[in-house]
């Protein structure tokens, strides 16, 4: 089986570190942001979570928010920006696809903009 660059952790971190994140925003993805507005609150789960703005975006509207990523310049931005905000938020910094008996049938919504696209198979 080939071992793909993308579907490592070292390869996200240096996307961060070297700010080439082109599909960063640098702010809550307008589409979550709107469609949020009509879901009723519950438990919502962010694969691929980047820096964290959707996750904060959900968080500061009341929804109790698992923001997943496995880049740690990614969970260290997101952790700033959710203690800058004032929100409470589980940040965990591992790999999508170990998570599935952990969390299995935990949340309401699970949202994802970038994140399938850029996985390797």
């Not at 971190?13 to 709107?34: H, M, R």
Request: proline share 3%.
């Amino acid at each position: 089986m080939k071992q793909y660059k993308e579907n490592h952790p070292q390869f996200w971190e240096n996307i961060y570190l070297g700010d080439d994140a082109g599909w960063d925003l640098g702010e809550s993805t307008p589409v979550f942001d709107k469609i949020s507005d009509a879901l009723p609150l519950g438990k919502v789960c962010i694969i691929g979570c980047g820096r964290g703005y959707d996750a904060v975006m959900f968080a500061k509207k009341g929804f109790e928010v698992t923001a997943i990523d496995f880049a740690p310049s990614a969970i260290s931005a997101l952790q700033s920006l959710a203690s800058g905000a004032g929100v409470m938020i589980n940040i965990v910094e591992t790999d999508i696809f170990l998570l599935i008996s952990q969390f299995n049938c935990e949340f309401d919504y699970v949202i994802e903009q970038t994140c399938f696209c850029a996985i390797k198979s």
